[in-house]
């Protein structure tokens, strides 16, 4: 296989050779923004959107990495192109991580910095999330609150992710395999680490509004799905209640795109398992992407794994 290259701040180094300064503000303060864009069949998926979510997480953090958006979108298509001799037969993330830079260890930081730009690729490896799409996720809610709109807006897609991650070891020790779903301060649904989340209450797919959350390019492109599917959707607050009383529910996600939630604080979601709408819209993702997003994610499991995990679908 060849070697992967990561692109930082105007050069290419083989992976294991791609460092940054240990004073670079991504390090020493969490100071970063990031996007995460995934392919289908090598393609990237709505680059575009996640390269002008990136420019607006820029502008709110106030900084300019130097760079306009085309030129930004020329870049990272030049590093897929250079990685995927990397990715035969499969797909692949790319990782945009963009910080103010490296500042010298004094008390001044106003010093000018050269933001830091980095460009990298991984395998679009989807082991860990296969078998939700069969079974279904368990979805928790952490008791650590989600960060207010008011001190961090979670629209500024950014690395600082103490609070997530916090909030996600509290939903492990529920269940290993737990999902969060995060709370705000009034006790409404927000998202998770890496997620949105949807719910169906009697055909129609609900998800929070953006109050507290990130616009996921995944949330944006199932509402158009659904949308097209004649599913009515609406964007509003919703309650454990909610979750508890609706008939499926579901994340969504870049490498995932749709990742069922059969249970909910160990109660079952609906019937507890995959429902039908969940499924309609997995095969809307399927059609728009030209690949079946399932299998693909089946595929990558062992044999042995895949047919025992298919057996005991409902
Ligand atoms: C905090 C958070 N929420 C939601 C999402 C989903 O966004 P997208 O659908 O654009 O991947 C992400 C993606 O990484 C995220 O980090």
Request: some cysteine.
């Amino acid at each position: 296989m060849a070697e992967r290259l990561v692109y930082i701040n105007g050069d290419y180094y083989p992976e294991a050779e791609a460092k940054i300064s240990v004073f670079d503000s991504a390090v020493m303060l969490g100071d970063c923004v990031t996007e995460s864009t995934r392919t289908f069949n090598h393609v990237p998926f709505r680059l575009r959107d996640h390269i002008e979510r990136l420019y607006k997480s820029m502008k709110v953090c106030r900084f300019d990495c130097g760079l306009s958006p085309d030129e930004m979108e020329c870049l990272t298509l030049e590093v897929i192109e250079r990685n995927l001799p990397a990715y035969e037969g499969m797909d692949l993330w790319i990782v945009h991580n963009i910080s103010r830079g490296a500042y010298p260890p004094t008390g001044d930081q106003s010093t000018k910095r050269t933001p830091t730009i980095i460009i990298h690729t991984a395998p679009m490896d989807l082991r860990y999330w296969a078998p939700f799409y069969v079974i279904g996720c368990h979805a928790v809610t952490p008791p650590s609150r989600m960060v207010p709109a008011q001190s961090l807006d979670a629209k500024i897609k950014n690395r600082s992710r103490m609070a997530y991650t916090l909030a996600e070891l509290e939903c492990k020790l529920v269940d290993p395999m737990a999902q969060g779903i995060l709370l705000d301060l009034d006790g409404c649904l927000t998202e998770n680490k890496g997620g949105n989340f949807f719910l169906v209450q009697e055909g129609v797919l609900k998800t929070p509004r953006t109050l507290n959350a990130l616009n996921g390019i995944t949330r944006q492109t199932t509402l158009e799905i659904a949308r097209n599917l004649g599913i009515p959707t609406l964007e509003t607050d919703l309650q454990p209640y909610d979750v508890y009383t609706a008939d499926e529910a579901f994340f969504t996600s870049t490498p995932y795109c749709i990742m069922p939630a059969t249970r909910f604080n160990g109660l079952p979601v609906g019937e507890g398992v995959v429902g039908p709408v969940t499924r309609r819209l997995l095969q809307g993702w399927s059609d728009l992407v030209g690949l079946d997003i399932v299998q693909q994610a089946l595929q990558q499991l062992p044999a042995d794994q895949r047919e025992e995990l298919l057996s005991c679908a409902p």
